[in-house]
């Protein structure tokens, strides 16, 4: 038995005849293993859970948006669409229009397929340039840092006490895919900057400030995180 993924749009009732009829217009979504078997070469790119839309949204996985929340494990989302047309005579796929309109998709590197990204894959952001990196091609292409990275912060800070632990915080690679999960640990970026505000008034950290940090986006306490500086900007460690 297959089993299909839709969702009801619409549902009408025609009563101009005799028999009532009840319509449903459902949009329907393609798993992994449905385009694998049409032939589609996105198959490659999607995750476990992922599926690609065909023709509403199941999750809206937004790839622009750093602090989008991260997606539970077997979890259902989308991320692509996908237009399939078989032929009436064989029944066959004819033509596949497939779209992503998020650019956040490529890796940067201008090495590798610039096409797709799957989120199997474990990926690195450069905050300056905005863009994503495969770790593979960051590792292959890039040069590795060899002394720890230290927290920049703005003259308008000076006057502010941070504690060691949350400068840390300030360090640790934006990263996604893989073990980081499909969106990442991106939203620490907009945690730690609400709290950098709030301390900019206080004169310190809020009280309790750990309880404002989500503790899954942080890497475990023994992992080794390689950096590397980004492969488009001079001088900035990712």
């Excluded at 329907?28 to 023709?55: F, M």
């Excluded at 905005?130 to 590792?139: G, L, M, R, Y």
């Excluded at 949350?166 to 996604?176: A, C, E, N, Q, Y």
Aim: with cysteine; hydrophobic share 35%; glycine share 6%.
């Amino acid at each position: 038995m297959s089993y299909w993924y839709g969702k009801v749009a619409q549902i009408s009732l025609d009563t101009s005849q005799d028999a009532q009829n009840a319509w449903l217009k459902i949009r329907w979504y393609y798993r992994k293993v449905d385009l694998e078997d049409e032939g589609v070469d996105l198959a490659a790119c999607i995750g476990e859970y992922e599926l690609v839309l065909n023709h509403a949204t199941i999750l809206p996985y937004d790839e622009d948006d750093l602090t989008q929340p991260q997606i539970p494990t077997r979890t259902l989302y989308n991320r692509w669409t996908i237009e399939i047309k078989f032929s009436k005579s064989t029944n066959l796929a004819e033509e596949v229009h497939i779209s992503n309109a998020q650019a956040a998709s490529n890796c940067g590197c201008c090495r590798c397929d610039p096409g797709f990204s799957s989120p199997t894959n474990l990926q690195r952001y450069c905050k300056k340039c905005q863009k994503w990196f495969d770790e593979e091609c960051v590792a292959a292409l890039g040069h590795q840092m060899k002394k720890n990275v230290r927290a920049g912060l703005s003259p308008i800070y000076r006057d502010v006490y941070f504690e060691p632990k949350f400068l840390s915080l300030l360090t640790v690679p934006i990263r996604r895919g893989g073990s980081c999960g499909v969106v990442g640990n991106g939203l620490l970026l907009m945690q730690t900057d609400v709290l950098m505000d709030e301390a900019k008034m206080l004169g310190r950290l809020p009280e309790g400030w750990q309880d404002e940090i989500d503790q899954a986006l942080l890497p475990k306490e023994d992992e080794i995180i390689p950096r590397y500086y980004c492969l488009t900007c001079t001088g900035v460690v990712i």
